[in-house]
């Protein structure tokens, strides 16, 4: 078993001489096109920032209404989780389940493990779980669709206006934050360089 | 154009999760760095993605014929489908939040069952040239898969929002469960894929 200091592009398979790119700068195959990496400063520092910020965010955007009908002199109140229990109770529990995991789970799941591997790599702490977070938190960042569930409202929205009065709740200004530090994270999140202090870590 | 080494004909893997590439013998190959199980493709891509790209196809037929969901105004009952709520919306003069329903829920899905067939007919036919072209089309099937979860989640939000018993309700139809399935056999499709086939094959 060799390691090697060469690299391969995962997309294409081609052999390269890893470059060493500094804050600012992008690598990109040179046969394919694919984005190498993208070193951002203070990658570890500021995942570990807008993680915690995430996590705070969360609990309001979740438990706060997101938006209110008025109807009849009554009021709804629409959070994430009552669109859940929505489908559930129309028996759609397939997409009920499928909402669950990709509005609420997935999001939470993908901001603690952001968390826990930024912390340790800040403090520079080795943990044997370390390699099995990083794979995790790789394979749940697509499934994490909170800012699809954006449009989502927006678009369910305009459809109810035209007929009833609408009511936007604090969660929904919770949730426009959370999105925005979501999107922060995974930007700053440099894969190549926590794969290597992991590593460092690992020695 | 001269052949250029790939990883994979110097004898190197790549490991799929931390990138880490390695020249190992024998069976049951671990990634030196994070453990991981190393493959040098997708083990058998060609004929995951055909089956899941075949389920797909075989649900997108009822997730366009049967009614997404049913508006329910005063006692009377009026079943949507997917073109349906498009259409309501342009006679409602929702123009651009039609055209963002029609490019999520109509051209996108349309778009990934059509470019996910073209490059299993590139790997399986070893069409030649224009390997990168083929590359960006499987990157944009990989990047908009997500967006279609669009009308699932403006489903959710409608059913818990509208729910005022006779006088106006909307409930869930068969066709959300049949649509969510395509979204997510789409998706597993696309990451099943492995570009680096695509490369392969090329003289």
């Given at each position: 078993m060799t390691q090697t200091h060469f690299t391969a592009c995962p997309e294409c398979d081609l052999l390269l001489n890893p470059g060493a790119p500094v804050v600012g700068d992008k690598a990109h195959c040179p046969r394919c096109g694919y984005l190498l990496q993208r070193p951002r400063k203070q990658s570890i520092e500021r995942t570990f920032a807008l993680s915690i910020a995430g996590l705070i965010l969360i609990f309001p955007a979740n438990l706060m209404p997101l938006v209110g009908l008025k109807m009849l002199g009554n009021t709804k109140d629409g959070t994430l989780w009552s669109g859940v229990v929505a489908l559930f109770e129309e028996q759609l529990w397939g997409v009920a389940i499928l909402v669950f995991l990709s509005s609420i789970i997935f999001p939470l799941l993908n901001i603690i493990l952001s968390l826990l591997i930024s912390a340790h790599l800040y403090f520079n702490k080795p943990n044997h779980y370390l390699a099995h977070w990083m794979r995790w938190l790789q394979h749940l960042d697509e499934w994490a669709m909170l800012e699809v569930y954006m449009l989502g409202i927006i678009v369910a929205c305009v459809k109810l206006s035209a007929t009833s009065e609408l009511k936007f709740g604090f969660g929904l200004y919770a949730f426009v934050a959370l999105l925005i530090v979501t999107g922060m994270l995974t930007s700053s999140l440099d894969k190549v360089l926590f794969w290597r202090k992991i590593g460092q870590l690992r020695k | 154009m001269k052949a250029k080494k790939t990883a994979l004909t110097q004898g190197f893997i790549r490991c799929h999760d931390c990138g880490c590439l390695s020249k190992q013998a024998g069976k049951n190959r671990l990634c030196p760095l994070c453990g991981g199980r190393l493959h040098?493709?997708?083990?058998?891509s060609f004929q995951r993605t055909a089956a899941l790209l075949l389920s797909a196809f075989c649900l997108y037929i009822p997730a366009n014929i049967f009614p997404i969901m049913t508006i329910t105004s005063l006692g009377v009952g009026e079943p949507h489908t997917i073109i349906g709520g498009i259409m309501a919306l342009i006679n409602g003069n929702m123009v651009p939040i039609a055209l963002l329903v029609l490019v999520a829920s109509i051209l996108v899905p349309l778009l990934k069952l059509l470019g996910i067939s073209l490059l299993l007919l590139n790997v399986h036919y070893?069409?030649?040239?224009r390997a990168k072209k083929w590359t960006i089309l499987y990157r944009i099937i990989a990047f908009v898969g997500?967006?279609?979860?669009l009308d699932i989640f403006m489903i959710s939000i409608l059913v818990s929002l509208v729910d005022?018993?006779?006088?106006a309700q909307v409930i869930a139809g068969p066709a959300a469960t049949a649509f969510a399935a395509v979204v997510v056999l789409t998706m597993f499709a696309a990451k099943n894929f492995d570009p680096r086939l695509l490369w392969d094959n090329q003289r």
């Open positions: - | 040098p493709r997708v083990p058998n070893r069409w030649q040239g997500r967006w279609s979860m005022m018993g006779d006088v």
